[in-house]
């Protein structure tokens, strides 16, 4: 049974830079990386299928603004008959510093409208998410502001490394492997302790 990876954020070229959208930025890595098929309008988003350590993996980028996440992913999941625990998610995390990457199964939300609505009608919250780090802004009246503004040019000294390390570690979240994996995608980058405040 294939896996289903999907990587959150908002379409269209205005967002393409947001922080919010680094689940895009991803699995668009990663697709890259492993030689997948060219993507393609499916699901109500973007899809494209390859291999990676000998499993098949479907990519998904929901087109349906981050609210309505779940409608795209529920689409694919009913089409390939998949279980909650065959999809992982791709997400931007506030509680984590910035190029710091987290993976759990299950939980809550936390104010995350992409996760929300997949929760809400997927069935449930025992999907797999890959949080990364995007940082706090230090107020709450912030956010907003932060999570749907650009990365600054700066991010690039830790964010192009961490969507490389990504990329190169999949096979080990392919295969379950959640600790190596944290360890290769964390490893040897230079994070400053909380994001700049914009």
């Known amino acids: ?3 289903l990876w999907v990587g959150l954020g908002n379409p269209g070229p205005e967002h393409a830079r947001n922080r919010h959208n680094i689940g895009f930025m991803a699995i668009e890595r990663i697709a890259a990386r492993h030689g997948f098929a060219p ?15 000998a499993r098949k993996v479907l990519a ?5 603004y981050m609210n309505a996440s779940g409608e795209s992913v529920r689409a694919a999941m009913a089409f390939y008959k998949l279980p909650l625990e065959h999809v992982v998610v791709f997400h931007d995390e506030l509680d984590l510093a910035p190029g710091r990457v987290r993976v759990k199964k299950g939980g809550g939300n936390a104010g995350h409208n992409g996760l929300r609505s997949i929760t809400q009608l997927c069935g449930g919250p025992e999907f797999w998410r890959v949080r990364l780090g ?4 230090g107020q709450k009246e912030k956010v907003v502001g ?3 503004g650009n990365f600054h040019a700066s991010d690039s000294v830790w964010l ?5 390390r990504l990329a190169e570690a999949a096979p080990l979240l392919v295969e379950g492997r959640i600790e190596p994996f944290l360890n290769a995608v964390n490893m040897a980058a230079e994070r400053p302790a909380r994001a700049p405040s914009v």
């Open 1 to 3: 049974m294939p896996a």
């Open 39 to 53: 993507w393609r309008a499916r699901f109500r988003g973007l899809f494209a299928e390859g291999t990676i350590a």
């Open 60 to 64: 998904l980028e929901p087109q349906t």
């Open 134 to 137: 995007i940082g706090h802004p």
């Open 146 to 148: 932060h999570v749907l």
């Open 160 to 164: 192009e490394p961490l969507l490389d």
